[in-house]
């Protein structure tokens, strides 16, 4: 199997990094600003938060990143040290962080499922998504950025794969719910 074009260029530029190459930490900031950028976004509550946070992320990254001995393991190091310093803030704030759902429930078809097929518009995506619990935001978020497999996600959350997997299912009926019911109260789940 190809691996995605975006991981490989990650991984080369990890390892110039590394090797002491300047210019490539300013190289793999570029290539995962965007998508941490909205990953972070999903869990924190302002987009003033995001970008502290995302600052946090990248300085603890250029600090500790010289010690990752996988370039591969980069992605998830990344995404983990950004939802630690997310997390930090959330707690800050009061805002918990978990939800009651804990089965480790085995998926079958459903998992396939889009829970946004047939909404095109955005803003109602991401305004269903921002009234989500934070775990179903952060599954759905992760799962569909697809840069990390449902193990890498697990070790990033700090759970077994088969709770990604109940989550994700969870998260998936409720923002279909959400978004079907947008203009009603579809605030399924969440724990703020």
Known sequence: MLRDKRLIESELLVVRWLRGDPEAFGAIVGLWERSLFYYVRRLVESE????????????????????????????????????????????QKGVRLESRETAQNEIGDEAAEDPIEGFDDADEVHTALDRLAVSHREVLTLFFLKELSLEEIAGLLEIPVGTVKSRLHHARRAMRQCLENLKGDCHVGRKQ
């Open 48 to 91: 003033a938060d995001a970008w502290e946070v995302m600052q946090e992320a990248w300085l603890k990254v250029l600090k500790a990143g010289k010690s990752l001995r996988d370039p591969a393991a980069f992605p998830a190091f990344l995404y983990r040290t950004a939802r630690n310093a997310a997390v930090s803030r959330l707690r």
